[in-house]
């Protein structure tokens, strides 16, 4: 399953959660949140509590990200990856050995681009990881569910981008 999924199967209770599957969320979860930038620190934002389920790509970060990037060139860059690449109302979810360049600042700013832009993602999810449990524990003064997707296998594309062209 993807991230998403398994959210989605911790929050309706349900083992195997499918692209295509029509559900309902009926209750508030501590995995899914109201703000639209969640997805930074892996959590997922819904915009309707009754939906079906996306299939989802994943944008594999690879490559060291130069110190004098700007967080908005970033999300830009990646951007431009995923409108070249023509994939709309998927589950975006982005992680990878070069996840831990990226501050907290540079995944917002992703999130925040790829939520209003025309490409219109169901959701943009990044990975859980050190840097997130420390804005989780810092900032909103709680512990992050980590779920992590099974692997490439379960997404409709794998995409990599080297964040070192940025």
Same mark, same amino acid.
Do not use: W
């Given at each position: ?11 309706? @209770?349900?083992?195997? /959660? @499918? ?5 309902? /969320?009926?209750? &508030?979860?501590?995995?899914? =949140?109201?703000?639209? /930038? ?8 819904? @915009?309707?509590?009754?939906?079906? !389920?996306?299939?989802?790509?994943? /944008? ?9 990037? @700007?967080?908005?060139?970033v999300a830009e860059y990646i951007y431009a990856y995923l409108k070249k690449e023509k994939l709309c109302g998927l589950s975006v979810e982005l992680g990878g050995d070069s996840m831990g360049y990226l501050t907290m600042d540079d995944r917002?700013? !992703? ?8 490409? =219109? ?30 692997? &490439? ?14």
């Amino acid at each position: 399953m993807t991230q998403t999924q398994k959210i989605l199967s911790a929050v309706l @209770k349900k083992a195997d /959660i @499918k692209s295509g599957m029509r559900v309902y /969320i009926r209750e &508030p979860h501590p995995a899914i =949140s109201d703000d639209h /930038i969640c997805g930074a620190y892996g959590k997922l934002y819904l @915009k309707e509590k009754a939906f079906t !389920v996306p299939d989802g790509v994943f /944008i594999n970060l690879d490559g060291a990200l130069r110190n004098d990037v @700007k967080s908005c060139e970033v999300a830009e860059y990646i951007y431009a990856y995923l409108k070249k690449e023509k994939l709309c109302g998927l589950s975006v979810e982005l992680g990878g050995d070069s996840m831990g360049y990226l501050t907290m600042d540079d995944r917002i700013e !992703v999130v925040k681009t790829l939520i209003n832009s025309d490409i =219109s993602p169901f959701c943009v999810i990044f990975e859980c990881d050190y840097i997130t449990a420390q804005y989780a524990l810092e900032i909103l003064k709680e512990k992050t569910a980590a779920f992590y997707n099974d692997g &490439p296998q379960n997404f409709k594309k794998v995409i990599t981008v080297d964040i070192s062209k940025v």
